[in-house]
């Protein structure tokens, strides 16, 4: 997992210029998309709040469609895993990386599964790993 939430933490400093902040609770329900490796599945909950911070810092917009949160949610995904190519090939890592999907919104978060979770003013994004 460590890879994946490197390119995490490396996408939304390159594209946002603020450092995300770890903390200990995740969110249970929010926007989701997800990446696969090899190894794992990767899924990503963003709450309605980071994915407006997204907008705001990407987009510069401060209303944003729903549209635009559902390709924001993608557009994030997408992010992280070509910053994650970088860094196995760095690493001289071989795996097999899939095309982000968009799983929509959704309450239901693997909450039994391994997490990390962060925070950017008032959102929050949590990344949960499935092993295959």
């Given at each position: 997992?460590?890879?994946i939430?490197?390119?995490?933490?490396?996408?939304?400093?390159?594209?946002?210029?603020?450092?995300?902040e770890q903390?200990?609770?995740?969110?249970?329900?929010?926007y989701?998309?997800?990446?696969?490796?090899?190894e794992?599945n990767?899924?990503?909950y963003?709450?309605?709040?980071?994915?407006?911070?997204?907008?705001?810092?990407?987009?510069?917009e401060?209303?944003?469609?729903k549209e635009?949160?559902?390709?924001?949610?993608?557009?994030?995904a997408?992010?992280v895993?070509?910053?994650?190519?970088?860094?196995y090939?760095?690493?001289?890592i071989?795996?097999?990386?899939?095309?982000?999907?968009?799983?929509?919104e959704?309450?239901?978060?693997?909450?039994h599964?391994?997490?990390?979770?962060?925070?950017?003013?008032?959102?929050?994004?949590?990344?949960?790993?499935?092993k295959?």
């Open positions: 997992m460590e890879v939430i490197e390119s995490f933490i490396q996408t939304i400093q390159t594209t946002t210029g603020v450092t995300p903390i200990p609770q995740g969110i249970t329900h929010g989701c998309s997800k990446i696969s490796t090899s794992a990767f899924y990503f963003s709450d309605i709040e980071f994915l407006h911070f997204l907008s705001h810092a990407i987009l510069f401060s209303n944003p469609q635009d949160l559902y390709d924001l949610c993608n557009e994030l997408n992010l895993i070509g910053k994650a190519k970088v860094l090939s760095q690493q001289n071989q795996t097999t990386l899939s095309t982000p999907s968009f799983l929509g959704t309450s239901n978060a693997p909450s599964l391994e997490g990390i979770h962060f925070a950017i003013e008032k959102g929050k994004c949590s990344i949960y790993k499935e295959l």
